[in-house]
């Protein structure tokens, strides 16, 4: 998801329940960047879902 991350990045949002979502964070709470080192800063967009299992 674009627009999370300041400056741009990739961020990766997950469900357990198919209605709430939250964001991958690391240690500190901030969410992380998941986008590559070459495009870490760049605005991307990759809206995507998948559903994994039966909700």
């Known amino acids: 998801m674009d627009g999370v991350l300041p400056g ?3 961020a990766l949002a997950v469900s ?3 209605r709430s ?3 991958l964070r690391d240690e500190a ?5 998941i986008a590559p080192p070459e495009v870490a800063r760049e605005p991307l967009l990759f809206a995507s ?3 994994v299992g039966r909700a």
């Open 8 to 10: 741009g990045g990739l």
């Open 29 to 33: 709470g901030r969410i992380r960047n």
């Open 21 to 23: 979502r939250s964001f």
């Open 49 to 51: 879902m998948i559903r």
């Open 16 to 18: 357990g329940d198919g």
